[in-house]
């Protein structure tokens, strides 16, 4: 039974909706992990490895979720294409997948490697920037084995299939805070390689995951059609270019979140190292957060996009309220983590030792986990909201919906806010960009879903 059929019953959908979502949050949680385990690391080196090196994932974090929202198109088209029961397109969108993985890693890891003389021209300091650049030349090597993970993830999710991602996740997540830390450091025979060896720690990891995926997946019978190492002949440029065509507007509108906080994280630099490295701190916890979302709506993607594919666009609206309900309730879970325990979470990164440049970075992560706390809700209800527009294939229309909301409404702000706020008013204006953007996401949702006589604000 697919996962269209078995949601169909409103009694069941929660559940449904929670063992997708549970594998590809898990999943988005690891990688996101890694990158919390550097900042974490960064953060025993000194304050100004931390600002350095955390504007290096937050530049690589940038790129990376621009390329993830790309790599969605692989997830709805092989879903669309499972309802339709047509195998071929389903390898083929597999194949185009791959080649889209290493044509994404060769352009964004020349821009990573090259990045940083252009950061050079903004108003940072110079000693942040080196530490940037140490980073993100180890980290890069990451991105191609991240990415061809992401293909095979995605193809196996919409399969119905999560194979053995939970467990390759955990592991992963847990063996690279040790493997990073003894290159980092120079533990036995290995050289100490500072800033360098947290971003070799992480591509290492990253290459074990794509590995240790592929020998679980292709085990089981239902995979074995669709090896990635055969049937080349199946393969056309032509779908290269259609998930590219509904891949980018989707990465572009992640970017448009994501490059917001970058733009953040650049601002931040701009009022100093204490700043940019509490900001760096509040970043890895949001982001954090935000996985739990994020996988819903990917995981909503692939269950509209297979009723899409069987013209049972009437059952979406359903779908998508249980999605929402599931997503608050993890979002409004961080806020209350945010605002009531935020001393936990900076400790991670912290000792806070009597330093006063510890001090003060400690003192102002606390003051920005407690704006983040804000935006939880509306953060989560625009990433849903857009994993349920890519489903039915809406792709350029939401795009320019973020690109308005975010840098018509959140950089401004932020940017306006800064003078009187410092730090907390840049964040202020992203919060106020994000309840915009969800906003005109969630009304032009519901003018879709009306034309086809469904709603999300009705038990139909």
Avoid at 67 to 76: D, E, K, M, N, Q
Avoid at 117 to 143: F, H, I, K, N, R
Avoid at 221 to 226: G, N, S, V, Y
Wanted: with cysteine; aromatic share 12%.
């Amino acid at each position: 039974m697919s996962n269209a059929e078995r949601v169909s019953r409103p009694a069941d959908s929660f559940l449904v909706i929670a063992r997708l979502s549970a594998p590809l949050i898990i999943a988005l949680l690891a990688n996101a992990a890694m990158a919390f385990i550097d900042t974490m690391l960064m953060g025993m080196l000194g304050v100004e490895e931390l600002a350095g090196g955390g504007l290096g994932t937050a530049v690589y974090s940038f790129v990376y979720l621009i390329c993830i929202g790309v790599l969605v198109a692989v997830s709805t088209t092989v879903a669309y294409s499972r309802g339709k029961q047509d195998s071929h397109a389903m390898h083929q969108y597999l194949l185009a997948g791959q080649v889209v993985a290493v044509v994404l890693a060769v352009i964004c890891g020349l821009g990573l490697w090259y990045c940083v003389p252009l950061l050079g021209l903004l108003d940072l300091p110079q000693t942040s920037l080196m530490y940037t650049e140490d980073y993100l030349q180890s980290v890069v090597w990451a991105l191609w084995p991240a990415l061809a993970f992401m293909v095979l993830r995605n193809f196996a999710m919409a399969m119905g299939k999560s194979g053995a991602i939970l467990r390759i996740s955990l592991i992963t997540a847990a063996c690279n805070y040790p493997v990073s830390y003894a290159l980092m450091t120079g533990w036995g025979v290995l050289p100490e390689l500072g800033l360098a060896g947290i971003g070799y720690g992480t591509a290492l990891m990253s290459v074990f995951m794509f590995i240790a995926f592929c020998l679980d997946i292709y085990r089981k019978e239902i995979f074995r059609p669709f090896k990635i190492w055969k049937n080349w002949s199946y393969f056309r440029w032509q779908t290269v270019a259609e998930l590219f065509r509904l891949g980018i507007p989707i990465g572009l509108a992640l970017a448009m979140e994501a490059g917001l906080f970058s733009m953040a994280a650049i601002l931040a630099g701009t009022l100093g190292e204490v700043e940019l490295a509490a900001h760096q701190i509040a970043l890895q916890c949001v982001t954090l957060s935000f996985m739990f979302p994020l996988g819903i709506s990917q995981a909503l993607s692939i269950m509209v996009g297979e009723r899409l594919g069987q013209k049972k666009v009437a059952e979406i609206g359903m779908m998508t309220r249980r999605a929402m309900g599931l997503g608050m309730g993890c979002s409004l879970t961080a806020a209350m983590i945010f605002v009531f325990v935020p001393e936990f979470l900076v400790d991670i990164f912290l000792m806070h030792s009597g330093d006063q440049s510890v001090d003060e970075v400690y003192s102002v992560s606390i003051k920005l986990l407690f704006v983040a706390a804000f935006f939880q809700v509306v953060d989560g209800l625009q990433v849903i909201t857009m994993g349920a527009l890519r489903g039915l294939q809406l792709s350029m229309g939401p795009t320019l919906l973020t690109v308005m909301g975010y840098w018509g409404v959140g950089f401004p702000a932020a940017f306006w806010l800064m003078s009187s706020w410092s730090v907390m008013g840049i964040w202020s204006g992203m919060g106020l960009g994000l309840g915009v953007t969800s906003t005109m996401l969630l009304i032009m949702l519901y003018l879709f879903l009306k034309r086809s006589h469904t709603s999300i604000f009705t038990t139909q």
